[in-house]
């Protein structure tokens, strides 16, 4: 090699070396992000970014164990949460790849088992969240289930075995469904006749470098170097144990250093990795042409002008978050042993200071043919009860000269504050809009929610005059032969109450004649028969939808 080539070689290098590096004040921004994690007594989280192929930030803040102070490092592993759905979905476009199944395969090709809902559910229908199935904690919810039950894949597929109806036909909305990824356990395990934690050791993992990355199908196992996680309650920390122990959806185990490794593939992939990891990008459009940004196991948006590709994870008080910029070869992993960490907030402040934003970059919220911004309404004029979706109510009110949400699903609460006219975000995760429009009677009637790219709009709920109602009419027992559950409705002293034999009694709501709420449970819709006679109910909480349960004799 002649003295010139080695020249031009050396600073190219030396080139790229500088590129890859953050500034002193980057690094000093970065740092600042996480004050609250180096507090006494804190648990906290492990950061990687990579750039340019080369890691560039690798830190880790608070403990480990709060009960024995060890310390988080970057070896530390985190349970990932629905990170691992990318995973899971690799392992289905891999077989894909080898002509062992095909991603547009009907999914009773390979369960037969399943029950023939009417329509087609192909795997591409899993992968894209757009099968129509009801999900596994949503179902389960309604059963009774409480937070804390251990759930398995076993007692997915049981449950699976009963349903009679989705929540819509396959392809027509979007709906997050942990059901779909973990049916493709199944099929990964019924197409290799493997056990699904060793195929993707086997497969995955360890032939893209991630040796400490697992899928961990017991919640109870003891593992070196796992973090323990918490939740907050005032001012005391509680450990947050996370009892689930199914796969597919989540629990695969990693460390930022293996996430880097792996979200450094969607730019400059492996030897042999390139198609797979392009195919994960996949995004197909809804059955009215509309469009759907999850491809296979990932979420595809933009940030400040440049394409992401991203998912989120949570499970216990674990909280994941993933990203990463291929035209920009930049990788961002945050995971964290901390429920009120905001991962999704501080890969978005990460890189806010990474990146610039790029000139005339596309609004990263699309609007509504509404102009949300060009006025702004009172506070008083924003509150009252917005429903999301079928069962899935927001309750927005004044707090602290502030408007306050209760999700009345699963007790959330936090509040938010004005960025322009009608248009609000929230402390905890600016990337999510809440826009109010459509005054009438003073009041607005409609909230829209943006999101990741997508936009749900909730309708104020109106309050009917319930005076002449006579509430004996709804109470009795409710029997759903799909979740193998009853509920009761009984009158107390002029009150209507839920009753389900795991939580007790249930403060009910009738908002108009033939619909019910019961806060933290679900909607209910009341059917009639030709005689204007109860002969049942549909219950549904956001990601179940409809379930039937039958009033019994």
């Known amino acids: 090699m002649n003295q010139k080539h080695l020249f031009f070689i050396l600073i190219y290098f030396s080139l790229s070396a500088l590129h890859a590096q953050l500034s002193d004040l980057q690094s000093q921004k970065i740092d600042s992000l996480f004050n609250t994690w180096k507090e006494a007594d804190h648990p906290g989280g492990s950061i990687g970014i990579m750039q340019d192929g080369k890691t560039v930030y690798s830190k880790a803040f608070g403990l480990a164990s709060l009960e024995y102070e060890v310390p988080n490092t970057t070896e530390t592993i985190f349970n990932s949460g629905s990170i691992s759905k990318q995973f899971t979905a690799m392992g289905i476009v891999l077989l894909h790849e080898k002509g062992l199944l095909s991603v547009d395969d009907d999914i009773r090709k390979h369960l037969p088992d399943i029950p023939d809902f ?78 699904f934690p060793q195929w993707m050791a086997a497969n995955v993992f360890k032939p893209l470098g991630m040796t400490n990355t697992y899928v961990e199908d017991r919640y109870d196992r003891i593992i070196q170097n796992n973090a323990t996680s918490y939740y907050r309650s005032g ?47 996949t995004t197909d459009l809804l059955n009215d042409g509309s469009e759907n940004n999850y491809a296979f196991g990932v979420s595809l ?52 200071i990474i990146l610039e934003k ?86 607005t009637q409609l909230l829209s929610v943006y999101q990741s790219g997508r936009i749900t709009e909730a309708k104020r709920h ?22 193998e559950s009853t509920i009761d409705i009984i009158l107390k002293e002029d009150d209507l109450i839920g009753h389900h034999g795991r939580h007790g009694d249930l403060p009910l709501k009738l908002i108009n004649k033939n619909e019910l709420h019961i806060a933290g449970f679900g909607s ?12 049942g109910i549909r219950v549904s909480n956001g990601r179940a939808r409809n379930v039937w349960f039958l009033k019994q004799k």
């Open 118 to 195: 009417g329509h087609v559910i192909t795997i591409r229908h899993m992968l894209h969240h757009t099968s129509g199935m009801r999900s596994l904690h949503a179902m389960l919810g309604l059963a009774g289930w409480r937070d804390d039950d251990s759930r398995t894949n076993e007692d997915l597929y049981r449950f699976m075995l009963k349903q009679k109806e989705l929540n819509f036909t396959p392809g027509d909305e979007f709906l997050y469904c942990n059901t779909g990824y973990m049916l493709m356990v199944n099929i990964i395990e019924n197409v290799t006749k493997e056990t």
């Open 235 to 281: 001012t005391d920390f509680f450990r947050a144990v996370e009892y689930w122990g199914y796969v597919g959806s989540g629990n695969v185990h990693t460390t930022t250093n293996d996430l880097l490794t792996w979200l450094q593939n969607f730019s400059t992939p492996s030897l042999n990795w390139s198609s797979a990891f392009e195919m994960l990008q």
């Open 301 to 352: 948006d933009t940030v400040n002008g440049y394409n992401r590709i991203q998912h989120g994870g949570a499970i216990g008080g674990f909280r994941a978050y993933a990203s990463t910029y291929p035209e920009k070869q930049l990788s961002i992993a945050v995971l964290t042993n901390y429920s009120s960490a905001g991962p999704s907030r501080i890969e978005r402040n990460i890189a806010n």
């Open 358 to 443: 790029k000139p005339n970059a596309s609004p990263e919220i699309k609007k509504s043919s509404i102009s949300l911004n060009a006025f702004s309404n009172t506070l008083e004029q924003l509150t009252g009860t917005y429903e999301i979706q079928s069962g899935v109510i927001a309750n927005i009110t004044i707090k602290n000269d502030s408007l306050h949400v209760l999700q009345e699903w699963d007790g959330s609460e936090y509040n938010m504050y004005k960025s322009s006219g009608n248009t609000y975000k929230t402390p905890q995760d600016d990337t999510v809009q809440f826009a109010f429009s459509e005054l009438k009677n003073d009041k």
């Open 462 to 483: 109106v309050t009917a005059d319930l005076s002449s109602i006579n509430l004996d009419q709804y109470t009795g027992r409710f029997y759903s032969p799909e979740l």
């Open 524 to 535: 209910i819709a009341i059917v009639r028969n030709p005689e204007n006679l109860i002969k």
